[in-house]
């Protein structure tokens, strides 16, 4: 628990929780205890220190709130003096961190107060000298400024934390033996001292939540005994993953065995309980958690308290030990396809593939890498039996042959049978032909359950003869306009769904438009602020599509549920639609209607408050700006949209969130004619604009082509600074033979920046020049450009410098010299802080990370490089180096590494990450392997002439000398005869009109 007065300490606090946030352990601080329902604040302190595993305490310049109470506080002590008092009662580790006289405070920040002066006097005394000989209890540390704080917390905390572990292996070999994880020696179970662990006991079923289906359950007789023969005791696999796309019935089948069948086909079950992963939040650790919460009969917040490994370990061994039944209902909400802003308006069929068009993003492998290693484990997890459903099949399940792993077993779900299919019409009221419904439903939509709906749907809607299956059948202006028959199966699908949305009356269809416009689900007062125009003529004949009042939109809402095209979240208490369904509604809409449905969209979004896009963290941070920009795309006013995009959104989703796959689809609704055609933009800098940031975005050979365009879009209305970065762009886009040409621009455009005196492009020209020095290994160059860096201070523009780029181009520097320090990094950390990058904070736990792997500290250099993997797979990126450091770092703290993973490594790795590729081969004692990926990082590396990469260069001769390997021979590349492009010409004017001081046209 971290302790201390709020107000004027609001930094120093900051800096504790992010170090304790870091080191994967869960601050116990009022900032996330939220609003309590029962209790005053002495009772919710007292209970932090108590759920507590440790004591931090901060003892400032303010005495801070003193609540009196006769019985629990006659002395009027401050809240964090009481807090102190219990920690010490509790024999808590402690931590005490006292401000010393010297620090610059505001004069509010200190105590007036005479009385409560002299009180904290007393405290600050009294703290300093309660202390003993033990390692960590009671140790108090001075500190004069927030940057010596920073530093003092993370070596105090990190004392403190490994304390903890090593009191932990040692009283808590396994779990529920020795002391409680709450801390105390009471060894009955938390329910019998009296608490309620919120879920029941085992082995009655626990559910978080429990699940709650749209309709009855019909049919599946094969695969309920399917579930029922794999469970048994004597079938191999532990376990089972159940695949198929959205609106196939997964959750409900596997819900419906499980309450119904599960326990008739095995009686000796220790328990049984379902977890869904589409719950907000839901995450592995969560689920872990709740898990562990149930099976032991503890509070599940005793178990937040340990990290991720300890988590996953316990509730191995606590599956091993007896048969378990868990139950994920779906899982693919832990993978990169399906996290991003839009994952439930997404089609599977895009996410079922191994990448995706936007940014290469590897869309079965788990957003956090600890992930991928938990469900490899869980397939071995005997006795117990694990039930899976998903609509992707998670890459740590498979190996490099496409084939699930030992202990997997992985069943597609087909559609439902025939006749289940009927049941399911016929319970909605359609009567008729047995075989002839069979039939069309087999033939027409292979029995999928969200199109046997909307065929329901649509059959009880015709008007001659409402649900007469036969009769709608053979009307050629229903049944038989479908007009099937040429169509393959996804076609028929997606026409079945545009006949039932084309059926629908005017309200219906309007609202169901307005929906397939959002990107995400919306509440019930969400749906009325968007969905209700008040009446303001008679509309007698009802041709009014507007829905006037919220009598109208619950009968539109029930419709649209009834024909089963709407989709209600009970636990959420949201409305969304199915992917599928809201695919073929975008493409029904015309433009008018867009238009006026988008304008709604728009009143509505813009006047809620968000945060500002500068202070934006998280993609949910952000959302609002995405839906505006999208609902100007969607209306074609482009314009509108870039001025919504443009500058703090921008920099938002790109260096905040890092959200690119996300800041490319609002780009590409820029280009609607496709990338080889100009932005549909009538101004030269706003066309400019969104093309460097396409050529950003983009793979390298696209990027080319669209630097080019926005060197000529630059040139239209010359401005030094578009130039300069459309020349550096372009030049780093040529291929190697091209080196005499790059070389050629990157000294053009060195030379505008001289003549167009920009301090802010000198900055930026002086910075590139640094990365590149650090890169190449040029150490006196480095140092040169360091000092002038230095001296031209950091106060630019975002769009020219985010705080904490040089800081962390620096560190780099001295990591690669052996140079680099604990205060180095933190003060780098610190800077990066207040920018906010997530590019600049991932760069950093690498660094952090490879700092840990030089000083032999593999434990922490895997908790810096699994964050750092996650914060890119949450943005849906691959980080191939980071990975094969990841495993590197495991090996090296004696945890195994499937040789399987780093063949995957060795196959997708590009050249540049090669050298630790063959580092991770040798660790594993495969020096053939390890001389292969040295010898191509060897030879990769010295093509880079004369920007050759020596921190990759030295890796390899290392590899190759530690292996007795020669070194590759080396045929340099030739390079083409110096091309001039054509608006070289151009360019070169330009620059000799600035350096003239005329530089118009």
Known sequence: MLSSTFTDLKEHRARAIEVISKLHYMPSVMEHSGAQAEGDVIDTSLDMVRNAAAYIGVIGLKYGQAPFDPVRNPDRLSITELEFNEAMRLGRPMVLFIMGPDHLVRAADIESDPEKRIKLDEFRERAKKMRNDAEVQRVYEVFSSLEQFSTAAATAIGNLIRLLERNERRDLEVLGEGAGLDGSTDQRSF??????????????????????????????????LMLSDWCDAADPNSMLLLEAVGGSGKSMLTWEWLTKHSTRAREDWAGRFWYSFYEKGAVMTDFCCAALAYMTDTDPSAFRKLRTQQLFDRLIAQLERNPWLLVLDGLERVLVAYHRHDAAQMLDSDAGVVSDQIAGRDNWSSIRPEDDRLLRRLADAVPSKILVSSRLMPRALINSSRAVVPGVRRQLLPGLRPVDAETMVRSSGVFGDSIAIRAYLQRNCDCHPLVVGALAGLINDYPPDRGNFDRWSEDPKYGMSLNLGQLDLVQRKNHILETAIGALDQKGRRLLHLLSLLRSAVDFKSLEALAIVPNRVNDPDGTDPNISNANDLGMAIRDLEQRGLLQYDLSGKRYDLHPVVRGVAVERINQEETSVLGQKVLDHFTSRQHVPWNDAQKLEDVSDGIQVVSAFLRMKRYSDAFYALAEDLANALHYNVGADPEFLSLIRGFFPEGWDNSPALTETTQRWYITNCAAVLLSPARARELHERAILLSLNEPSPDSLYISLCGFANCLSRNEFLAAERLRTLAAELVEA?????????????????????????????????????????????YRPGEA??????????RGELTEQILTRAEEVVARGNSIWLKQNLREIRGEWYLARKDPDRAIDCFSEALTWCRERGLENHHCEARLALARLRAGESCEKAEVERLSTVSEDADSVVVAELWQELGEPREAVKHARRAYLWAVQQEPYVPLDCLDGAVRILADCSADLPPFIAIGHEDEHVFLWEAAVRSYVGKLQMGNPTN
Not at 200 to 224: K, Q
Not at 772 to 790: F, I, S
Not at 807 to 816: F, G, I, K, P, V
């Open 756 to 800: 167009s005196r920009d301090p802010e492009l000198l900055f930026m020209s002086k910075f590139r020049a640094y990365s590149l020095a650090v890169r190449t290994g040029n150490r006196q160059l480095a140092d040169e450009l360091w000092a002038v860096l230095e001296h031209m201070g950091r106060d630019w523009r975002r769009g020219v």
């Open 807 to 816: 800081e962390t181009e620096r560190a780099l520097d001295l990591l690669n």
């Open 191 to 224: 329910r019998e001292r009296g608490l309620d662990t919120g879920l029941p006991r085992p082995p009655a079923l626990a559910a978080v939540p429990r699940y709650l289906g749209s309709h009855s359950f019909v049919g599946r007789e094969s695969e309920l």
